[in-house]
C-alpha cells in the first residue's frame, strides 16, 4: 500500500485535522500569512494545527485570561517551541544559543522534556520566526517536534561510557533522519528557502507519510540495558540495544506503546508496548520506516482519541500486526534476543566513562533550568558551558547530564558548580529525585489541574513522612501531570496523579520500577488533604512490612491496595 | 431670587398666572432663573422654526450690521460668539455669527463692525479651521480696514506659554490695519464665561452707543446676565451632573508601563446628551497630600477661612475642590510675585524675560514656586486669591449613546512623572485613577464640539488617526455607525508602546474586524522593535491607499498628543497628498486646506 489518494466522500467522514493537513499545501496553511496579522498575537485554528509539525504550539498566560478579557484585551498569547536534540545530546555552544534565545525571546527559562528535547515558553509571535531561524543557525531544528510525524528520537543519554552506547546513539540519530518529514514549507516559512515553484507542493514531497502524515503522533526510543531510562515501553515504536560478546548485536522490536488517555472514556488507556522481535543493525531504518507506514495505512483517522498505534494492533491484533509487517519487509523478524532492564530513574553524580571522560548528572526538578532565588542554575550552566569541552545531554527523566569532561577541566566545572550551588543537586530525598511533572498551567492549554507548580510542595509535605519512616533515601518513582494525556508518563508511576480539576488529582498506585507494569487508578478526583490521608498510611505501611528490595509498585500489589495491570486493555478494569 | 412683582396691569398675565408665577419667581436661584430665561427663548425659537438659537429673539430687521467672526476649535468659542449674538440682537443690533472656517476672505474689506472671538491652541496656534483666515489676515493681501471697529475677546488657558497668543495677535494686526478698537481686548482664562460676558456687554453697549441702535426688547426684566444660558437642562458647566461610575478599570495589561483607565459613568435621569466626538467636562478633587503639602509650605492653616464666590469655607477645602494647586501659570505667579514681593521672580515674568520663564515653569507645580520663593505673614485669603479656579478637564468622549443609553464612557490615562526630585500626578487622572471612593460620584457636564463630528453622510468613508488616548472617540464614532447601520469604510490608524499590553479597545477592534464595520487597521507599537514606530509612519507605508480614500472622499480625523503626534501627523499627510497626488508643496498645502474647509479634516488635540 501507498499513499493513495482519498475521495471526497472518505475525506469528509474523518477528523478535522485530516482535512486540514489535506488542504495544508504539505503543512504550509496559512501560517506565513497568519504570522504576519499585526491585530492578534495568535494564529487561525487551523494553522495552529499545522504549527504544531514545526516544532511550536501556541499557548496562553491561563492565569491572566479573565483579567485581561475585562480589560478588553486578548488572551496573552504566546508561542512554546520545542527543540529536537536525538538522543538528547547537544554541544556547549548548542547550550548557549538555547540559552541566549530563553532570555532574549522566551521566558528566561529552558525546559528539559521528558523526551530529551528542549522548550522554550512565552515567545511572542512576533518574535516566532526570528527564534526558529536561530535555532536552525545553530544547527538544531524544530520540525516535527510536534504534530502527527515520528517526534524527537529517544536515547540512553549516557553513549560515551562504552562502545556499545556510542553505536547506538548513532543509530538513534539515523532513525531521527531518516523519519524526519521532508516537505520544503519548513524552510519557505521559517528560514526563507525559497517557494516549491507553482505554490503547490509536489506529489511526492513526503515519501514516507503522504500529504496526510500520520493519523496521530508517534514516538520512538532506543533503549540501553540495564537502564529503561527512556521508558521504552511507553512508545509506539522502540528498540532494545542487545549486546552479545561486547558487541552491538542488533535490537529487540517494540511497538504499540502510548499512554495518552481522555478521562471517562474506558475505550481509551495507556498501553505498554510489545516486544515482537529481533532486527539486526543495518535493517533498522526499513524496519522503523514499515511500521510507520502500517499505521499511516491502517491508523483510525476519523477518531483522533482512538487514532494512536496502540490501538491500530489492538484493533486488530498483534499477530495481524507482526504478520502485516513481515510481508511488508520481505523477511521475518528474528526471535526476541534476552534482555534485562533494572531501573528507570537516573543516577545521580559522577561517573568515569571507558573513554577516561567523566560525566555528571544534575538533578534539575522538572526539568526547569532558571535562576532562582539564592540558587542561579541558570547562570551556573551558561558559565560552565562557556569553558565546557564536553557535551550536555538531556535525559529522558528531565535531567541533565555534563558530559564528556576532560580530568583537566573537571576541577574547573567543580569550582563552578560550588560557585553556583549546584554541587550538591542529588542531596535531596529520593522522592524528590525520582519525580516528574509536565508543565501545565499557566501555559498548557490542555491542563485541568496544576503540575510543575504544585508537585515540589507536595512532595515536601510527603517527606516529612518518609523522614519519620526513615524512608528518605528510599528511591519511589512519583510523577504528576495535569491532564491524562501523559506527558511526565504519569501511569508509569509508582504513585501517579493526573489532574481532573484544579486541586483535583486521580490517585494512581502500583506500576514498575523498571517501567514495565503500568499503575491502577486507587482513588479517583482527591484533593491535596485526601492525597496525604491516603498516603500516609501507606508509606507507613511500606516502611514496615516491605520485604528485602521490594519496590513501593510492587509492595502496593502484594497488599492489595490495588491490583496488577497485565496490559492496557485492563487499564481500567 | 427678587423679581418685581407682576400683576394684571404690569404683564399680560391672568391674575391667577402671575400669583403662580410671583410664587416661583421668588423661589429661584440666579442660576435657575437664568436657564429658565434661556429655556422660554429657546421653546420659542424652535416654535417659530428660526433654528434653535437660544436667545433667538426675533432679529432686527433695519438695526446697525454686526459681524462677529469666530475660530473655534473646541465649540467654546462659537458658544461665546452665539450668546454675543443673542445679547446684540437684544440690543437692536443685526448680528449674524461667521466662523472663520467657512469666511469668504475677498469680504473682509466690507466689513465695517467687528467683533472677533478667538481661541488659542497648543503653543500659540490658531484653532483648525482658522487658521487660513490667520494667514490672510496676517499676509500682504489682507485689505485695509479703515472704516472698520472692532474688539476682541481671547480664550485660552493661562498654563500655557503663549496665553491668548491668538487673540492678541489680532487684536494688534486690525489696528495695525486702521481699523477702530471701539472696546479693549479681554484674554479668558479656562474659566472664561463671567470674563466673557463682561466683556460682550461692554463691547456691545459701545458699538450700541456709536451707531445708535434701539433695543427691540424691554429690558425691565431680564438684566444683563452674569453667566450663558443654556438649553440642555438643569445640569450644565454651572451646574455638572453627579455622575455615578459604573466601572473604572484599567486597560492596560499588566507589565505596561502605562495605567490607562476605562470608565464608565451613568448619565441616568440627568438629561444630559451627547454625540460622537463631544468631550465630557469633570470637576476633580485635588490630591489631600498636595494640598497639605501646599498649606504646610506657605505656613497657613488648614482651617483657615477664605471666601470662594459667595461661600466662606476653610482653606484646605477650597484647595481641594475649588483651586487648581498644581499647575503654574503666569497670571498666578505675577499676583504671587506681588504678594511676597520677590524681585527676582518679578524679574522672570518680565515681558521680555521669556526664556527664563519657560525654564523655570517647565517640571515645576505651585509647591516648587512657593517654595522657592516663600513669603512672609500671608493669610490665607491673599493666597487663595492669587490662584485661579480649578478647571474641568475636558475628556473626548469614548461612548455612543446608541451603543450604551445613558451612559457616559472616558479613556483616561494616569499622569504620572518625576520633575526636579518630586512625584508628580495629573490631577483629574490621578483623581480617577487613586481618589475616587467606593460610591463616589463625579461632578460632570457635556461639552459639544461641532467641530470634531462623523460625516452627514453615513456612506462616506472615514479614517481615523488615534495613537494612545487618542482612540477614545473613534470606539465612539463605530459603536455609532454599527447602531445607524452607516455602510461608509472606516480606517484606524492606533498606536502606543507595546502589542501584548497597550493595545487598548483590542477585543472591540478585532470584532469590528470580523464584522466588517472597521475595514481596516493599522499599528504602530513603539517599542516593540528596534527602532521607534509611530502612526505617521504606518500613513506613510499606506500612503496609496490612504490618498486614494481622501480622493473618494473620505474624511480624515486626528486624536490625541498635539505636540509630537497631530503635528507629525499632518506633515504625513501633506507629505502623501505631494507625492501621490503629484502635486507642490503649495498645492498639497492647499488641498489639505481644502479638506478643512470642506471639514473633512478635523482634529480633537490636546
Known amino acids: ?573 | 431670587m427678587q423679581f418685581p412683582s407682576l400683576d394684571r396691569n404690569n404683564s399680560p398675565l391672568s391674575e391667577e398666572q402671575a400669583r403662580l408665577f410671583n410664587q416661583f419667581a421668588g423661589s429661584l436661584s440666579p442660576e435657575q432663573a437664568s436657564w429658565i430665561s434661556g429655556y422660554l427663548a429657546g421653546v420659542r425659537a424652535v416654535a417659530h422654526g428660526s433654528g434653535g438659537g437660544v436667545h433667538a429673539v426675533s432679529a432686527p430687521v433695519h438695526g446697525p450690521e454686526l459681524t462677529i467672526l469666530v475660530g473655534s476649535q473646541t465649540g467654546n468659542s462659537d458658544k461665546v460668539a452665539e450668546e454675543a449674538k443673542a445679547r446684540a440682537l437684544a440690543k437692536g443690533l443685526k448680528a449674524t455669527v461667521k466662523s472663520m472656517g467657512d469666511y469668504k476672505l475677498p469680504q473682509l474689506k466690507n466689513e465695517k463692525n467687528v467683533l472677533v472671538v478667538i481661541s488659542t491652541q497648543g503653543e500659540g496656534d490658531p484653532p483648525d479651521n482658522a487658521k487660513e483666515f490667520y494667514e490672510f489676515l496676517h499676509g500682504k493681501r489682507a485689505p485695509k480696514l479703515e472704516q472698520a471697529k472692532f474688539s476682541v475677546l481671547g480664550l485660552g488657558d493661562s498654563s500655557y506659554t503663549y496665553f491668548c497668543k491668538m487673540g492678541i495677535d489680532f487684536d494688534r494686526r486690525l489696528e495695525e490695519l486702521g481699523a477702530t478698537r471701539i472696546y479693549p481686548r479681554v484674554d479668558c482664562d479656562v474659566d472664561y464665561e463671567e470674563a466673557a460676558s463682561s466683556w460682550m456687554e461692554g463691547a456691545l453697549g459701545e458699538f450700541v452707543q456709536a451707531l445708535g441702535a434701539t433695543s427691540s426688547v424691554s429690558a425691565s426684566v431680564v438684566t444683563a446676565p452674569s453667566g450663558f444660558a443654556s438649553t440642555e437642562g438643569v445640569y450644565s458647566k454651572r451646574n455638572p451632573f453627579p455622575a455615578e461610575v459604573l466601572e473604572n478599570l484599567v486597560l492596560n495589561g499588566r507589565g505596561s508601563s502605562k495605567e490607562t483607565r476605562h470608565i464608565e459613568l451613568s448619565l441616568e435621569n440627568s438629561g444630559l446628551t451627547y454625540e460622537p466626538g463631544d468631550a465630557v467636562g469633570v470637576f476633580p478633587v485635588n490630591c489631600p497630600e498636595v494640598v497639605d503639602r501646599l498649606i504646610g509650605a506657605v505656613g497657613l492653616g488648614a482651617g483657615d477661612m477664605v471666601t470662594v464666590g459667595d461661600a466662606q469655607m476653610p482653606l484646605r477645602e477650597a484647595l481641594l475642590t475649588r483651586y487648581e494647586v498644581t499647575t503654574l501659570t503666569r497670571p498666578m505667579m505675577q499676583k504671587y510675585a506681588a504678594l511676597v514681593g520677590s524681585k527676582k521672580l518679578a524679574g522672570i515674568l518680565k515681558e521680555d524675560a521669556l526664556p527664563s520663564f519657560i525654564e523655570y515653569v517647565n517640571g515645576r507645580e505651585i509647591i516648587d514656586l512657593v517654595e522657592d520663593y516663600p513669603g512672609k505673614g500671608m493669610t490665607a485669603i491673599e493666597f487663595a486669591q492669587t490662584l485661579r479656579k480649578l478647571p474641568p478637564r475636558l475628556y473626548s468622549i469614548a461612548s455612543s449613546l446608541a451603543a450604551h443609553p445613558e451612559e457616559v464612557h472616558l479613556t483616561v490615562v494616569a499622569v504620572r512623572y518625576q520633575s526636579h526630585g518630586r512625584d508628580r500626578k495629573g490631577v483629574c487622572s490621578t483623581y480617577f485613577a487613586d481618589r475616587l471612593g467606593e460610591d463616589a460620584r463625579v461632578p460632570v457636564f457635556i461639552e459639544h464640539n461641532k467641530n470634531f463630528k462623523l460625516p452627514a453622510d453615513s456612506t462616506a468613508p472615514i479614517m481615523m488617526v488615534g495613537p494612545g488616548t487618542g482612540v477614545a472617540p473613534f470606539r465612539a464614532f463605530l459603536e455609532d455607525r454599527e447602531a445607524a447601520g452607516a455602510t461608509g469604510r472606516n480606517w484606524l490608524f492606533f498606536g502606543d508602546q507595546h502589542f501584548e499590553t497597550d493595545f487598548m479597545y483590542q477585543v472591540e477592534w478585532q470584532n469590528y474586524l470580523k464584522r466588517g464595520l472597521l475595514t481596516r487597521i493599522d499599528l504602530a507599537f513603539s517599542r516593540d522593535q528596534k527602532e521607534k514606530v509611530y502612526v505617521q509612519h504606518r500613513m506613510l507605508e499606506q500612503q496609496k491607499d490612504v490618498y486614494a480614500w481622501l480622493e473618494e472622499g473620505a474624511s480624515f480625523y486626528v486624536c490625541g498628543d498635539e505636540k509630537r503626534m497631530a503635528h507629525d501627523v499632518h506633515a504625513a499627510l501633506l507629505e502623501i497628498v505631494r507625492v501621490q497626488g503629484g502635486k507642490t508643496a503649495e498645492q498639497a498645502e492647499e488641498y489639505v486646506k481644502a479638506l478643512q474647509r470642506e471639514k473633512r479634516y478635523q482634529r480633537d488635540v490636546y
Open chain 1, 1 to 573: 500500500m501507498s499513499t493513495t489518494p482519498v475521495s471526497p466522500e472518505e475525506l469528509a467522514k474523518r477528523a478535522e485535522v485530516e482535512r486540514i493537513k489535506d488542504k495544508s499545501r504539505f503543512l504550509r496553511g496559512t501560517i506565513t500569512e497568519g504570522l504576519a496579522d499585526p491585530v492578534t498575537g495568535a494564529i487561525s485554528e487551523s494553522d495552529g494545527i499545522l504549527t504544531k509539525f514545526h516544532g511550536t504550539y501556541q499557548q496562553d498566560d491561563r492565569d491572566l485570561r479573565d483579567e485581561r478579557r475585562k480589560q478588553k484585551l486578548e488572551p496573552l498569547y504566546s508561542f512554546m517551541i520545542r527543540v529536537r536534540v536525538p538522543g538528547g545530546v547537544c554541544t556547549p555552544a548548542q547550550w548557549l544559543e538555547m540559552d541566549r534565545l530563553a532570555t532574549t525571546y522566551a521566558n528566561h527559562t529552558i525546559r528539559l522534556t521528558t523526551r530529551q528535547a528542549f522548550q522554550l515558553h512565552g515567545v511572542l509571535k512576533r518574535n516566532l520566526k526570528t527564534t526558529i531561524a536561530e535555532i536552525n543557525h545553530a544547527l538544531m531544528d524544530t520540525i516535527a517536534a510536534c504534530g502527527d510525524v515520528n517526534r524527537n528520537v529517544m536515547c540512553n543519554p549516557n553513549p560515551y561510557q562504552s562502545h556499545l552506547h556510542a553505536e547506538v546513539y548513532e543509530v538513534t540519530k539515523a532513525i531521527s533522519d531518516h523519519l524526519t518529514p521532508r516537505t520544503r514549507a519548513y524552510h519557505e516559512i521559517w528560514l526563507d528557502g525559497e517557494k516549491v515553484a507553482g505554490g503547490e507542493a509536489k506529489d511526492n514531497e513526503e515519501p514516507i507519510y503522504g500529504k496526510h502524515y500520520l493519523p496521530r503522533k508517534f514516538k520512538t526510543a532506543v533503549a540501553v540495558p540495564p537502564s529503561n531510562d527512556v521508558d521504552i515501553f511507553a512508545n509506539d515504536l522502540g528498540f532494545i540495544a542487545v549486546e552479545e560478546d561486547g558487541k552491538l548485536a542488533g535490537f529487540n522490536v517494540t511497538v504499540g506503546g502510548g499512554l495518552g488517555m481522555t478521562h471517562s472514556e474506558p475505550a481509551t488507556y495507556p498501553r505498554l508496548a510489545d516486544v515482537i522481535g529481533f532486527t539486526p543493525t543495518d535493517k533498522v531504518l526499513q524496519v522503523a520506516e514499515e511500521i510507520v507506514k502500517i499505521q499511516r495505512d491502517f491508523g483510525d483517522r476519523v477518531n483522533r482519541k482512538h487514532a494512536r498505534f496502540k490501538y491500530t494492533i489492538d484493533d486488530r491484533g498483534i499477530a495481524w500486526f507482526k504478520e502485516e509487517l513481515n510481508q511488508r519487509l520481505g523477511w521475518k523478524l528474528g526471535k526476541v534476543r534476552p534482555y534485562a532492564f533494572d531501573h528507570s530513574g537516573d543516577r545521580y553524580g559522577w561517573v568515569e566513562g571507558t573513554n577516561k571522560r567523566w560525566h555528571l548528572t544534575l538533578f534539575i526538578q522538572n526539568g526547569r533550568v532558571k535562576d532562582m532565588e539564592g540558587y542561579p542554575l541558570m547562570t551556573g550552566l551558561r558559565e560552565i558551558a562557556k569553558i565546557h569541552d564536553g557535551d550536555f545531554r538531556l535525559t529522558a527523566n528531565q535531567n541533565l547530564i555534563i558530559g564528556n569532561v576532560s580530568a583537566k577541566k573537571k576541577p574547573a566545572i567543580e569550582k563552578l558548580l560550588k560557585k553556583y550551588g549546584m554541587q550538591d543537586t542529588d542531596q535531596q530525598s529520593a522522592l524528590r529525585l525520582n519525580a516528574m511533572a509536565c508543565v501545565a498551567f499557566p501555559t498548557c492549554g490542555l491542563a485541568m489541574a496544576e503540575s510543575e507548580r504544585y508537585l515540589p510542595g507536595l512532595i515536601t509535605k510527603l517527606e516529612k513522612v518518609l523522614e519519620e519512616e526513615g524512608l528518605r533515601d528510599e528511591p519511589i518513582l512519583i510523577r504528576m501531570t495535569g491532564c491524562p494525556n501523559g506527558c511526565a508518563r504519569p501511569y508509569l508511576g509508582e504513585i501517579g496523579f493526573v489532574g481532573k480539576a484544579p486541586g483535583r488529582y486521580n490517585l494512581y498506585l502500583g506500576a514498575g520500577f523498571r517501567g514495565d507494569r503500568l499503575n491502577k487508578l486507587y482513588r479517583e478526583n482527591v484533593n491535596e488533604q485526601q492525597i496525604l490521608e491516603e498516603l500516609t498510611p501507606i508509606l507507613r505501611r511500606y516502611a514496615k512490612e516491605r520485604e528485602a528490595g521490594e519496590r513501593f509498585g510492587d509492595f502496593v500489589i502484594r497488599k492489595k491496595y490495588v491490583k496488577a495491570v497485565k496490559e492496557g486493555k485492563d487499564f481500567h478494569a
